[in-house]
């Protein structure tokens, strides 16, 4: 089973409280053995082993309050769809449900469930069945960002009854009581946000139901992907954003994923696929992709790290029977130098 993993973007939000405080978040992304480069790139995510280092250092750099500051610096793509499908969503309930069901596009080292008991209603913020475990300091990070957009989204009527943690009480408990505006218990059986159950059925002010249906494709086309081919997936989003900087090396991309080759050959054997043929997929992808948009086979030759057009035109016609000018013609594409440059275009699909 491949390592639970977080998106870097969530990281970038950490990293952001941590600049705020006048901390060198750099460093200790580095310090915490994750890749710096990784950090708030699109798609990219790091392991949780990472994760909770980081956390560790980052809170011994400042102090039991920072998880809290964490809500201001989420923007929507800090949660990859996740934050614009609640938003978007009908009703308080029924956003609480979208995020029990796609939380794992933030992470999957954390399960979030809905329970009813009596005229209580309560997230659940609980570990999966794993001996890894995220940070305190990530699940106070979580919960408190999901109370900031309760708030955003439905104004003064989200409000808690009480909210309890597994942790023991920070050496300043007020903190907490005043950032979550509620009775604050520790040493619980679970992390809980408690509500008076009739807020599940609060309108929110930015419904959308179309929007909403939209990013549940999206989301639930990304964790369909993500859950059959996790390794293969974080290869193919390591590439696109490498491929411009030369050719991609296993070794390379083995430590950029904390794992030995050896290992990241045997996790893409175990899921039916390899190295090289990655690499030719996602260059493959991506070639059709900039000559769609008119790209020269130069420009192509660089985004995509190969030495030289020579090169690049060898593996087009692997790939295609074609050469790169002659698949441009036959599609009679557009290559006028007007041609607007794709802004990374590969992570279009998030």
């Known amino acids: 089973m491949a390592e639970p993993s977080t998106l870097t973007t969530w990281a970038a939000a950490i990293a952001a409280a941590l600049q705020a405080r006048g901390i060198d978040a750099g460093l200790l992304v580095q310090q915490a053995g994750l890749d710096p480069a990784l950090l708030g790139k699109a798609g990219a995510r790091y392991p949780t082993r990472g994760m909770t280092r980081f956390w560790e250092l980052a809170v011994r750099a400042t102090d039991a309050s ?7 610096y989420v923007q929507p793509q800090t949660m990859h769809v996740l934050g ?10 029924e956003a609480m449900l979208r995020m029990t069901r796609y939380s794992r596009l933030v992470t999957d080292a954390a399960d979030i469930a809905i329970e009813l008991d009596g005229d209580e209603l309560a997230l659940v913020y609980r570990p999966p069945a794993r001996d890894l475990q995220l940070a305190d300091a990530a699940y106070i990070a979580f919960m408190a960002t999901a109370v900031d957009m309760g708030r955003l989204m439905t104004g003064p009527r989200y409000r808690l009854r009480r909210c309890e943690f597994r942790h023991r009480a920070p050496p300043d408990p007020t903190i907490d009581a005043r950032f979550f505006d509620c009775p604050v218990r520790y040493g619980a059986a679970h992390n809980r946000l408690v509500f008076d159950r009739h807020l ?6 930015g419904a959308d ?4 249906r939209h990013y549940d494709a999206v989301a639930g086309a990304y964790l369909s992907r ?4 996790p390794t293969a997936q974080r290869v193919r989003e390591w590439l696109i954003h490498a491929l411009p900087s030369g050719e991609p090396t296993r070794e390379a991309v083995a430590d950029a994923m904390h794992l030995t080759p050896r290992t990241l050959l045997r996790r893409l054997a175990l899921e039916d696929t390899h190295w090289k ?5 996602v260059r493959r ?6 000559l769609r948009q008119g790209h020269s086979a130069a420009e192509i030759t660089y985004l995509l790290g190969f030495g030289d057009p020579g090169n690049f035109t060898r593996a087009f016609r692997r790939w295609t029977g074609e050469t790169p000018s002659a698949w441009r013609q036959q599609h009679r594409l557009n290559t006028s130098s007007d041609t607007p440059a794709p802004r990374r275009v590969v992570g279009a699909r998030r």
């Open 66 to 72: 920072l998880p809290l500051d964490v809500p201001r």
């Open 84 to 93: 614009l499908s609640l938003r978007a969503s009908r009703t308080l309930g």
């Open 200 to 205: 599940f059925d609060v309108p929110l002010r």
């Open 209 to 212: 139901e179309a929007a909403a």
């Open 226 to 229: 993500f859950d059959r081919h």
């Open 277 to 281: 043929q990655l690499l030719n997929e």
């Open 285 to 290: 992808e991506l070639a059709l992709s900039y």
